[in-house]
């Protein structure tokens, strides 16, 4: 995002609003100077605007896509229908808390660049309201998270704290890759660990997990990097600059979907050797136009590959 001048609400008014010597009644006459003016009271948004206006808040995009992964991993793992239902709730509640915070931790700088597609910065929605959202569905995503047992709860919050930590200060560092493979590298955890006896996910379903959360962030940052350099943030892609961050964007992802082909026992499938082979020609198409949303919109759609081959792998037998 180029950097422009920040208009925040103060410098808008002080910019449109000017200091008459005299003043118009609404007779049409002329008030002197010092006359009282009448006032102007200030609507509220509507609700179903302010409704709107969280819903885009929320990066709906990728909290659809990791709430409905979520169910995948919860369904293959065998969790039953109240088990999904408390994953499914608490990674919804997770997600609605990370997105409305990365929003409103963004608004200075989604100001400075003019973001009109920002909901905060179009005033679809009011920063009030973004950060008690965030804050309520934090809240909630406690107890859900808790409900499917101790230590999956105590998993799945970390990774919420590690996006959270992104978003407050990790994105600006050459770690900002490391809350997103950590935060997804645990969601399998997550599911695993509120089954009976509580196992661990196989080593192969973590590191798989992980790396197409290190590919997500690669792929998510590529249309903002100089927008990002811009305005000071300078995580690792903003570091390695646009062709650097598609490639490796494009080799953490493929990574991740050859971990899910041959890591579980046995031989790989005609499925596996074909997603494999699709990956890696959707992510060489993607990489040719690295700075928009291209890489970022294959890699979901990887990602919705790699969930029906988990509902193969992971199928309770």
Not at 62 to 84: D, N, Q
Not at 120 to 132: D, E, F, M, P, Q
Not at 237 to 243: D, E, K, T, Y
Not at 295 to 311: E, G, I, K, Q, S
Request: net charge neutral; with cysteine; hydrophobic share 55%.
């Amino acid at each position: 995002m180029p950097a422009r001048t920040p208009q925040t609400p103060e410098t808008t008014a002080s910019a449109d609003t000017t200091a008459p010597d005299e003043m118009t009644a609404p007779d049409g006459t002329t008030a002197p100077p010092g006359a009282d003016a009448p006032t102007r009271t200030a609507l509220p948004a509507a609700p179903t605007t302010t409704v709107t206006g969280l819903l885009a808040a929320c990066h709906p995009l990728p909290a659809a896509a990791v709430t409905l992964f979520s169910a995948a991993l919860a369904a293959a793992a065998g969790r039953g229908l109240p088990g999904a239902a408390v994953t499914v709730g608490a990674v919804a509640a997770g997600q609605l808390s990370v997105g409305w915070c990365n929003d409103r931790a963004d608004l200075r700088r989604d100001l400075a660049t003019g973001r009109r597609d920002k909901p905060l910065v179009a005033g679809t929605v009011s920063a009030a309201a973004v950060t008690r959202s965030a804050a309520l569905a934090l809240l909630l995503c406690v107890p859900l998270s808790l409900a499917g047992g101790l230590l999956a709860g105590a998993v799945h919050l970390v990774g919420v704290a590690a996006a959270w930590a992104y978003n407050l200060r990790l994105k600006s560092t050459a770690a900002s890759w490391a809350p997103y493979a950590l935060a997804f590298g645990l969601l399998p955890a997550f599911v695993t660990l509120g089954l009976p006896g509580a196992p661990w996910p196989p080593p192969w379903l973590t590191a798989a997990a992980a790396l197409l959360g290190a590919g997500a962030h690669f792929a998510n940052v590529l249309p903002d990097i100089e927008d990002d350099l811009a305005t000071g943030v300078v995580g690792l892609p903003q570091r390695l600059g646009v062709r650097r961050s598609a490639t490796l964007a494009a080799l953490l992802v493929l990574g991740s979907t050859a971990a899910l082909i041959a890591g579980p026992p046995g031989p790989v499938t005609a499925y596996g050797w074909g997603l494999l082979a699709a990956t890696a020609a959707a992510l060489l198409l993607a990489a040719r136009r690295p700075a928009g949303r291209l890489p970022f919109l294959t890699t979901m759609a990887v990602a919705a590959a790699d969930v029906v081959l988990l509902l193969v792998e992971l199928r309770p037998s």
